[in-house]
């Protein structure tokens, strides 16, 4: 055990001494404590950071978020079937890296599904070659 006390001086020595490990406890128990916490959240932060992102080209919206997430699934699903893990890990990287705002939003998506559904509704050969039926007023009438 310690050595008893028998003057004042060592009394005020060992009551420093007490509130000086009760600073360090207090401390050691804090970053325990945080260090814990960080850990319980690190799930929950991990999932906010995949539907939050911002980037700083501008705020990523719904379909930038959606293409990250998924464009990596896609290529490794069709593309990148049969290569290795490394292979399809960098892939995953390149790919959600390379959809950034700017390129990959709602705008461009609508863009995109406007041209493939013009490029589906082509003309037929008729009104390529006849032009588009019009039943309207005739230009050769007498109405005006």
Do not use: C
């Not at 995949?50 to 699903?77: C, E, Y």
């Not at 990959?104 to 863009?111: D, I, K, R, W």
Request: charged share 25%; proline share 4%; net charge positive.
């Amino acid at each position: 055990m310690e050595t008893p006390i028998t003057n004042m001086q060592q009394l005020q020595a060992r009551i420093t001494l007490l509130q000086l490990k009760k600073v360090e406890d207090e401390v050691y128990f804090n970053q325990k404590f945080t260090a814990i916490k960080e850990k319980i959240l690190a799930p929950v932060n991990f999932v906010k950071g995949l539907f939050a992102h911002k980037s700083l080209q501008g705020h990523a919206d719904w379909a930038t978020r959606f293409g990250r997430i998924f464009v990596p699934m896609l290529l490794n699903r069709t593309i990148l079937r049969k290569q290795g893990v490394v292979i399809k890990a960098v892939a995953s990287l390149l790919s959600q890296k390379l959809v950034k705002p700017s390129l990959f939003n709602t705008e461009v998506l609508a863009s995109w599904v406007d041209k493939a559904t013009s490029f589906i509704k082509r003309k037929t050969k008729k009104e390529r070659r006849y032009g588009a039926d019009d039943y309207g007023i005739p230009p050769e009438s007498e109405t005006a």
